[in-house]
């Protein structure tokens, strides 16, 4: 599987030819074989990843929030997702010592590298905010979420002109895979890094976050879809490219099929 | 009931559907199709239905499809409100290759037939953009062109309570409408297609934009509007099957009516009118 060529962007020829080609393989093959065409796969995925991000950053732009709730409207009981707890012995020391050694290790392509306490992260001024997570499954919970900006904490390690994405490296290994992919990251652009929404949460619900929650930080980044919103993150890597961390597509899910952009 | 009945008087042949209508006819079709069989590979993966803003785990659900028993004994259901139906062999636990698979909807009605949600919302939001396009096209045609006008619309002598009393009637024994009055669309037939193209396809695009966390930034009142994103998603889901129910009823009047005639009018534009002996 050769990576394509082009840039993301599709024409009307493209868009019809995909279409076609779509409508005249349909009743041919199987269902599943239609499924796993490469070519149809891929320019299904090319077209319809490039207009939903397109059109919602259209009608979203750079500021529009996402709603947020109030206390009342919280849920009851917010469901732990993906992984519950980090394995390996690295985890458990930071947690037993209540996270006092841990660091969040800023870098890449900065002026100014940082390592920060959770201590650090408190002492800058926190953000509040109740939002609806929604699952990529369908589900969706209500939570309050406190936490630094990322905007602050990007501006404080000084981004350098080239800076595109901002990686999230986490602690979980969410899959044991063969190429040594497993280990959680998501990425987002420099639109979303800088919303006024987007904050290293370590705080839930008036509460230090849980270890089911990701703690001791997560990403909260409200107008994607959950997966997005990383657990258990330890180092923030802003970049030009995020062709060569994981397999290449920005983020554990997406590297495994899903939107790098999960607006929908 | 068939054609041949006429044989003896002279079929007219006129146009019955014009080529923008046969054309997002069938591309509407596959749009559909691929919709409704993505949409249940979506549901499956959490097939749970709420009212209200959130909706999980721990929430009661409106609707649920679910799995109960061991191994050896498994048990597919389907609970509404507090009403549980065994379902098992389609709904909840089904067969897919020989083998019994916990699943919400069967593998045979879902795309792609096994479990794969990215892939199932890759080609949602593909066919979703593609049923958006081409329902725009046909939306203008039925303004600019007078199609809703001169097709849809109903006309006065159809608006009479007698007279959708009547159709009922016929509708029921599937008698439908013959002669010169076949050459428009029948009252009961001018309501099923305008619900479908003015409430349930806008309802499902309104209800699928709802859902998503990026539009829902941009337009904040559609939730509230509809009672939050799992209302949403729940209409969605209602939505959905009111179509496929729609769907089924116009495949039996299609059969009822005579298929070959209706399949050529909605490939060539032709249709067949065979006069009455009174006429």
Same mark, same amino acid.
């Given at each position: 599987m050769k990576p394509s060529p082009k840039p993301a962007g599709i024409s009307r020829r493209q868009l019809l030819t995909g279409a076609a080609a779509v409508a005249a393989a349909a009743p041919l093959g199987?269902?599943? +074989?239609?499924?796993?065409?490469?070519?149809?796969?891929?320019?299904?995925?090319?077209?319809?990843?490039?207009? +939903?991000?397109?059109?919602?950053?259209?009608?979203?732009?750079?500021?529009?929030?996402?709603?947020?709730?109030?206390?009342?409207? =919280?849920?009851?009981?917010?469901?732990?997702?993906?992984?519950?707890?980090?394995?390996?012995?690295?985890?458990?020391?930071?947690?037993?010592?209540?996270? +006092?050694?841990?660091?969040?290790?800023?870098?890449?392509?900065?002026?100014?590298?940082?390592?920060?306490?959770?201590?650090?992260?408190?002492?800058?001024?926190p953000r509040t905010q109740i939002t609806r997570h929604d699952c990529v499954e369908g589900w969706s919970a209500i939570g309050q979420w406190t936490g630094v900006p990322l905007s602050r904490v990007i501006d404080l390690a000084g981004p350098?002109?080239?800076?595109?994405?901002?990686?999230?490296?986490?602690?979980?290994?969410?899959?044991?895979?063969?190429?040594?992919?497993?280990?959680?990251?998501?990425?987002?652009?420099?639109?979303?890094?800088?919303?006024?929404?987007?904050?290293?949460?370590y705080g839930m619900n008036g509460k230090d976050l849980t270890?089911?929650?990701?703690?001791?930080l997560r990403l909260r980044v409200e107008r994607q879809l959950g997966y997005k919103h990383a657990k258990y993150v330890m180092r923030v890597e802003v970049v030009d490219s995020f062709a060569r961390i994981g397999r290449g597509h920005g983020g554990f899910w997406p590297d495994r099929g899903y939107e790098w952009y999960a607006g929908i | 009931m068939s054609e041949s009945t006429f044989a003896s008087f002279t079929p007219v =042949?006129?146009?019955?559907?014009?080529?923008?209508?046969?054309?997002?006819?069938? =591309?509407?079709?596959?749009?559909?199709?691929?919709?409704?069989?993505?949409?249940?590979?979506?549901?499956?993966?959490?097939?749970?239905?709420?009212?209200? +803003?959130?909706?999980?785990?721990?929430?009661?659900?409106?609707?649920?499809?679910?799995?109960r028993g061991g191994d050896d004994d498994l048990h597919g259901y389907?609970?509404?409100?507090?009403?549980?139906?065994?379902?098992?062999?389609?709904?909840?636990?089904?067969?897919?290759?020989?083998?019994?698979?916990?699943?919400?909807?069967?593998?045979?009605?879902?795309?792609?037939?096994?479990?794969?949600?990215?892939t199932g919302r890759r080609w949602h939001f593909f066919f979703a953009w593609f049923l958006l396009f081409n329902g725009l096209a046909y939306l203008g045609y039925g303004i600019f062109a007078g199609h809703f006008r001169r097709d849809l619309v109903l006309e006065t002598d159809q608006l009479g309570l007698a007279h959708l009393r009547q159709q009922i009637a016929d509708h029921a024994r599937l008698h439908f409408p013959k002669g010169e009055e076949a050459r428009r669309y029948?009252?009961?037939?001018?309501?099923?297609?305008?619900?479908?193209?003015?409430?349930?396809?806008?309802?499902?695009?309104v209800t699928g934009v709802t859902m998503s966390p990026g539009a829902d930034a941009a337009f904040p009142w559609l939730a509230g509007v509809l009672g939050g994103r799992q209302t949403a998603r729940t209409i969605h889901f209602a939505a959905a099957f009111?179509?496929?129910?729609?769907?089924?009823?116009?495949?039996?009047?299609?059969?009822a009516s005579g298929v070959l005639n209706n399949l050529r009018s909605m490939i060539t534009g032709r249709y067949a009118i065979v006069p009455e002996k009174s006429a």
């Open positions: 199987g269902c599943d +074989s239609l499924a796993d065409n490469e070519h149809i796969g891929d320019a299904v995925q090319r077209i319809e990843q490039t207009l +939903s991000m397109r059109v919602q950053r259209l009608l979203i732009g750079r500021g529009a929030l996402a709603r947020e709730f109030e206390i009342k409207d =919280l849920s009851p009981q917010f469901k732990v997702n993906g992984t519950d707890k980090p394995g390996g012995d690295d985890y458990q020391r930071l947690l037993d010592t209540g996270f +006092s050694n841990w660091r969040l290790v800023v870098d890449g392509k900065v002026r100014n590298p940082l390592s920060l306490s959770i201590a650090d992260l408190k002492s800058l001024p350098t002109a080239d800076a595109r994405y901002v990686v999230f490296h986490c602690a979980d290994q969410y899959e044991q895979a063969s190429d040594g992919n497993g280990q959680y990251y998501e990425s987002i652009d420099l639109v979303d890094a800088y919303h006024p929404q987007t904050i290293l949460a270890v089911g929650h990701g703690a001791p | =042949l006129v146009r019955r559907h014009s080529i923008v209508v046969r054309v997002t006819h069938w =591309l509407n079709v596959v749009c559909l199709t691929f919709l409704l069989m993505t949409g249940l590979q979506i549901f499956n993966a959490h097939p749970r239905l709420y009212v209200g +803003s959130y909706g999980a785990d721990a929430d009661r659900p409106i609707l649920e499809i679910g799995t389907l609970r509404v409100g507090g009403l549980t139906i065994p379902t098992t062999g389609m709904l909840g636990v089904s067969k897919r290759n020989g083998e019994t698979v916990e699943r919400g909807f069967p593998s045979w009605i879902t795309f792609p037939g096994y479990t794969d949600l990215a029948n009252a009961l037939q001018k309501i099923a297609y305008l619900a479908v193209i003015f409430v349930l396809l806008p309802l499902m695009i009111s179509i496929v129910g729609f769907v089924l009823i116009h495949l039996i009047a299609v059969l």
